[in-house]
Each structure stands twice: as C-alpha cells, then as structure tokens.
C-alpha cells in the first residue's frame, strides 16, 4: 500500500515535470514527515517546508524579555516548550534561576486555579494559534465568573489566516500546502477557504505517514488537475464547519489586533487581545508592539519559517546552534523544524 | 504545545463543564465546556486542558498510536 502511494506520488510528479515545494505548518506534521523518512524517500522530487505555524517558533523575542521581566514581581505561568526560547536580552530559564516564579503550566485553566488559590499577584502567558485561543477564552471566562482578580494574561494569541496569506503572497513557488489537522479541529475547513484564491492545492491531513502520503497524493494529483478547492481528508476529526462554540468564545472575549512574528515582522490584524469590556484581565505590557527586530545573532528562523531556506543551509545549524544550546526558536521546540531535522538527520 | 491528545471520558462534573478523562493510564481533569452532549466512555481529543472534538475509539486509537510513534505524548 505505501509503496504503492509512493510510487503512484513520484509518477505525478514525473507527469509535472518539476521537483516541488510542499510546506506544512504544523509541528507534529514537521515530525511525522521527518519519522517516517519523507525527505530521504522524495529526495529526488519533493522539498519539504515548515511555515509560521509553531507558536514557539513566531514568538518575538521582546515578548519573551517583557516576560521574564514580570517575573521579578509575579509568579508567571507559561507553556513549558516557551521556557529556553531565547529573548533578546534574557529567557524564561534565566529568570526563573534569577526570581524563582516561573511556574509551568500544562493548561491555562490549571494555571488560573493554582494562581486563584495561591492569592499571589499572577501573570500567564497567552500564547499559541486558533487551537488554543479558545481554551484561553475559557480561562478568561473562568476569571470572569469566580471575579478572580490577581491574575491578568499577557496576550500574545495569533491566527493562522493573515501569516499563511502573507507567506502564499510572498512566496510563490510553493506548490502544496499540507493544513494543520488539529488547528482545523477549531476552525474547519471553511477556516482555509482563502487558501484557493493563491492557487495552490491544499490538504487538511492527519499524522499518519499513510494520512501524509495520501495527502501527497492529492496534492499531486491536484497540481496536475489544476484543482485548488481545499480537501479534508481527516474528516474522521475535522469537521467542515469545525468547532462553532470555540469559535464563538473566541470572539466574545477576543478581537483582532496587530501582532509580531519573529523573523517575519507585524502583521496586521493577525494577532488577538482582550476586547475593551475585559481589559483589566490583560497585563498592560500586552500592548507593546515588538518594534526592533530580532538581534542579528545570525539565525535564520525567518527565512526558515518562509520557506526560503531549509534548516541545514542556516550557518548556525548543527554547529552554534543545536537542541541543546538552541540560538534560534526552531530549534528550541521540539517539534520545530531545525529540531526536528537536527533530531532526524542527525545534525547535517 | 499544539498537541492535541485522545482521552477517554470517565466521570463528568457536570457544574463545573469538566470532565475526568483518561489517556495512557493517566488520570486528569480537563473542560468540555466546548462540546456538547458528553458522556462517560466518549473519546475526545484535548488540548491545553480543554476537549476539543469528540472522536471514535478507533480514531482515538490511532492518534494515541501515531502520537506514542513520534514521542509527542511525553511533551504533554
């Protein structure tokens, strides 16, 4: 059966007659490809890309300073993967060695509870995409009801719509996209209906490497069809309509707003903040736009993220830079995608 | 952080829109505030300590699988 896919795969792509550019954006998605020896098996037809959709990885490094900071007069709760990303002065590692109150948190519900009980002045970090902006609806509506009042969030929730345009635009020889399964549990199908208007086939997939190769397959068989209408073929999770009462929390709590990506710059209206009615829960350092750029520390995560470079052809990649001292926030997650080709190609 | 697991629904705190769920011999609360008409013996896929999006066993399954396959199960 695999190989049959594989064969009928590289068939298509012969049928092109040009080696492609596929990018997914989605970590679990960077790791299925890699496990399952994608690259090595394409190798003669397939460039494999990961674009702007680990919240690890687009996190501006003045917003992990601004945090840290916090940190000398509140106990901060934050997703543990954010932990040794670096700032641009100073990390989460570094301050909870200085102040001692970096508290992880394996959900922002938990964290409102322990940051409730504990009475102390709190502060939690609200980070990721349209999967998990709603559970930190949820915990704004929980801090809402039980008028919990010494924990504010600084916000830095960001949708995936503006970025995936932005990079469609900018870059195009990209020739399939493979979408998010479980950020499409929150948004559905119709959340990529934008995607055909940059023609381009896409496929919403699971992590299976039959799932990514039949996806493959599609996309393929697409390119050569000149068919760009989005296809689920993870139905079995997504819906086409997705999760409308997600949703509909989403935007009861939260409006859109300008945001930062690292290595890719403001972009407009991609970002997410408390709407005016709940701003005392939003810390007022939410609102300081990143203005200067990453440090040129000579990491590329943003080419990487655009799909303009591939990890290995980053100068730092393997030698500065490796999962154990992390320069650059791809290498930092382990589902990035320096990580995960450093992981699954040994560092070259 | 994205990682979106399967969970077995064990007990439903109804009040508080919680659930206990199970996965991988490991209990733990979590919402499902954003679902409806959860019951005990549902699968659901969780993510950041809130059900997603009910699933079927066999799916459940298979996520569980590929999930354990490429070590993301430990990053939860």
Not at chain 1, 179 to 204: M, N
């Amino acid at each position: 059966m695999t190989n049959e896919l594989i064969d009928q795969i590289k068939k298509n792509i012969r049928r092109y007659g040009q080696r492609l550019k596929i990018m997914e954006v989605c970590g679990t998605h960077t790791t299925a490809i890699h496990r399952n020896g994608f690259p090595s098996i394409f190798q003669e037809e397939i460039d494999f890309l990961s674009g702007p959709g680990c919240p690890v990885c687009v996190t501006g490094g003045a917003f992990i300073d601004r945090l840290a900071g916090l940190a000398k007069t509140a106990e901060v709760y934050t997703f543990g993967d954010m932990i040794r990303v670096p700032g641009n002065q100073t990390s989460l590692d570094q301050a909870r060695l200085a102040f001692g109150n970096v508290r992880i948190m394996l959900s922002p519900l938990d964290a409102v509870r322990k940051a409730a009980s504990s009475g102390i002045p709190s502060i939690i970090a609200a980070v990721g995409f349209d999967t998990t902006a709603p559970v930190f609806a949820l915990a704004v509506e929980l801090c809402c009801q039980e008028r919990i009042t010494n924990i504010s969030f600084l916000t830095e929730l960001k949708t995936l719509e503006t970025p995936l345009r932005y990079l469609l635009a900018a870059n195009q020889s990209i020739d399939g996209l493979i979408l998010p399964g479980h950020v499409a549990t929150v948004v559905g199908e119709q959340g990529f209906s934008y995607v055909p208007y940059y023609r381009i086939p896409s496929v919403i997939m699971g992590f299976e490497g039959t799932d990514i190769l039949r996806g493959l397959l599609t996309i393929t068989s697409s390119l050569l069809a000149g068919d760009y209408c989005v296809k689920n073929e993870y139905s079995r999770v997504v819906r086409p309509l997705g999760n409308l009462k997600a949703q509909a929390l989403v935007d009861r709590y939260y409006q859109p707003c300008d945001t930062y990506f690292r290595g890719i710059g403001t972009l407009p209206g991609a970002g997410l903040k408390l709407r005016a009615s709940y701003a005392s829960l939003e810390h007022p350092d939410s609102s300081s736009l990143e203005t200067i750029s990453q440090h040129d520390t000579g990491c590329r995560c943003g080419d990487i993220l655009m799909g303009r470079l591939k990890p290995n052809q980053c100068e730092l990649f393997g030698a500065a830079c490796r999962p154990d001292n992390p320069r650059g926030a791809c290498m930092v997650s382990a589902e990035g995608s320096c990580a995960a080709y450093f992981r699954y190609r040994g560092g070259i | 952080m994205c990682v979106g697991y399967p969970a077995k629904i064990t007990e439903l705190v109804p009040d508080l829109k919680c659930a206990y769920v199970e996965c991988r011999g490991i209990r733990t609360a979590v919402s499902v505030a954003l679902l409806d008409d959860i019951v005990p013996g549902d699968y659901v896929l969780v993510h950041a300590g809130a059900a997603l999006e009910k699933l079927t066993r066999e799916t459940a399954a298979e996520i569980e699988a590929v999930l354990e396959e490429l070590g993301s199960l430990n990053d939860e």
